[in-house]
């Protein structure tokens, strides 16, 4: 396992990157997520609008993963669809599960493919996937 | 007291020689656990190849001598620690489970309505979270002794917080995550005199320094074998004798009854009213070779050693000016366990990256969230060392932090 192939410079990049980092007015989906083991703590939050993921934000503290991960989520699902933000998650966690690993299947992650090594590193997965399991169990509540 | 040679001693350690992501191991996540030695590891398997028989029953000869093994480990924890009585040592799982039957067998009996739990807000969450659930239950309050700008306790704030309504104060010897020692000497002494008991964490600071129930006056201390470099899964209860007379037990079932009816059951008498069910013979075994290992090399010889490392560590790292260190300035005021916090990286991120230069620390909260919260810091990084740590090897960690800081500059 190397370094190089985790701490990339896309995501020591988004780590740092607080484009996304605020709180949005008139959120109407809210969702914590956290590890209680480690302690990375974030909240997304989302305006949904006719099933549109029209804006999204987030907030909180945790490790160059979790935050660089948040980040690069918020940019992807912004403007897209609950059904395709539902998609992307499924998909990146499968990613991280190895379940798929076909590049041309994970094109529409974007530059979030670059968290695929994460699997390399079994103790850093969780903070990898925080934001993707709160994004879905965000939808999951607001569709309830 | 045996010569302290450092390289004799690694020699005895087989985890200690190590590869780690092809670099030599460096392990500082003491405060988490620590390695066996030889001696320990020999005396659990020899146990289960040679006798390995459910003790207190049965006249055969493997029985008898299980049994034996077994009160003998029990007299060597005893000795360990000054107990009065063998009475008083009762084996569990470890400090959590410690913890536990104590909230359970005395907390939920004596604590009423209106009293008060006092802890410190250092505890780990297995010494707040079980006084929680008293608490809760029993509608009573739980109180918190905070801590100075020097991460210690001034016996003014214990003075503060213990009144007269406080049944129960339980705090740790030694902090898992700042290190700090607390005067549990002379809170016991001011409890008493207030009519509360005192229950003392010992997780951290009887692998490191001599304790001694009966100076220390306490009325439970609790430990787990394998920060004592003895097996996981063996922990100790201490008890004053006529507390636990008084106590219900924790757990019900096999071993720990006198007499069982249809509707009724009579228990057993001390120390096997606590201990339901078929013991951790082999752990005791372990534990009490640990023990005998850590006596052969001496407290005196131990407590010299950390105080060289600490030192050096401390100094060491206040190098590096994107370093703050968490907790007392002083290494004599501290156990050999340093927190701390690296401008600019997660410490999540810090224990990645310096775990590929082979070297073992903790990053998190510690199991402590209430004292990450008090201190400002959601998470820290987590240094921690013990008998066979070495000069060299927190060099590999300062040059690792250095690199460290490099991927996040």
Redesign the interface.
């Known amino acids: 396992?190397s370094?190089e192939s985790?701490?990339t410079d896309i995501i020591?990049e988004n780590s740092r990157s607080d484009h996304n980092r605020k709180h949005l007015d008139c959120a109407n989906c809210i969702e914590r997520g956290h590890n209680p083991?480690?302690?990375?703590?974030i909240v997304i939050e989302l305006i949904i609008k006719d099933g549109t993921v029209v804006d999204a934000a987030f907030t909180g503290?945790?490790?160059?993963?979790?935050?660089a991960s948040t980040s690069m989520m918020i940019d992807l699902i912004r403007s897209k669809s609950v059904d395709e933000a539902k998609v992307l998650a499924d998909t990146f966690l499968a990613m991280i599960k190895k379940i798929i690993e076909e590049e041309s299947d994970l094109e529409i992650l974007e530059d979030a493919i670059a968290f695929k090594n994460i699997s390399n590193?079994p103790?850093?997965v969780k903070?990898a996937v925080l934001a993707w399991h709160t994004l879905k169990e965000a939808i999951k509540r607001k569709q309830a | 007291m045996r010569n302290f040679d450092i390289e004799k001693i690694r020699n005895d350690f087989p985890a200690l020689s190590r590869y780690v992501?092809e670099k030599p191991l460096v392990y500082l996540d003491n405060a988490a656990t620590t390695h066996k030695p030889q001696v320990v590891l020999d005396s659990v398997a020899d146990y289960y190849r040679s006798f390995n028989a459910n003790p207190h029953r049965g006249a055969h000869f493997l029985g008898v001598t299980a049994t034996e093994l077994y009160e003998a480990s029990r007299e060597t924890v005893r000795d360990f620690i000054n107990a009065s009585s063998s009475n008083e040592i009762i084996f569990t799982k470890n400090a959590t489970e410690a913890l536990n039957l104590i909230a359970y067998s005395y907390g939920m009996v004596n604590i009423e309505e209106g009293d008060e739990i006092v802890l410190c807000i250092s505890e780990h969450h297995s010494n707040i979270v079980p006084w929680q659930n008293v608490a809760k239950s029993k509608k009573a309050s739980l109180k918190y002794m905070y801590l100075d700008e020097n991460h210690t306790l001034d016996l003014k704030e214990v003075y503060r917080k213990i009144t007269d309504k406080t049944k129960l104060v339980s705090i740790a010897h030694m902090s898992n995550v700042l290190g700090t020692i607390y005067p549990v000497k002379e809170i016991v002494e001011y409890a008493h005199q207030k009519g509360a008991v005192v229950v003392i964490d010992g997780a951290q600071s009887v692998p490191h320094m001599k304790t001694d129930v009966r100076y220390i006056d306490a009325d439970f201390l609790v430990f787990s074998g394998h920060k004592l470099m003895g097996p996981m899964g063996i922990g100790v209860l201490y008890g004053r004798e006529e507390l636990l007379l008084g106590m219900p037990p924790f757990l019900m079932g096999g071993d720990m009854i006198e007499y069982v009816e249809e509707e009724t059951t009579t228990y057993a008498e001390l120390p096997y009213k606590f201990e339901a069910g078929t013991p951790n013979v082999g752990g005791a075994i372990g534990l009490a070779a640990a023990i005998e290992y850590l006596s052969e090399i001496g407290f005196e010889a131990l407590h010299k050693h950390e105080i060289e490392l600490t030192t050096y560590a401390l100094k060491r790292l206040k190098e590096l000016p994107y370093v703050t260190i968490y907790g007392h300035k002083n290494p004599e005021q501290r156990g050999p366990v340093i927190s701390f916090s690296m401008k600019g990286?997660?410490?999540?991120?810090v224990?990645?990256?310096v775990?590929?230069y082979g070297v073992a620390l903790r990053?998190?909260?510690h199991c402590a969230?209430p004292l990450?919260a008090y201190l400002k810091a959601?998470?820290s990084s987590r240094i921690s060392f013990y008998i066979y740590n070495t000069i060299q090897e927190i060099d590999i960690l300062i040059d690792s932090l250095k690199k460290v800081r490099k991927?996040?500059l």
């Open positions: 396992m370094l985790i701490y020591l083991s480690c302690g990375d703590d503290s945790g490790c160059a993963i979790s935050q590193m103790a850093r903070c | 992501h990286c997660h410490p999540h991120d224990a990645s990256i775990d590929t990053a998190g909260h969230q990450m959601p998470a991927w996040f």
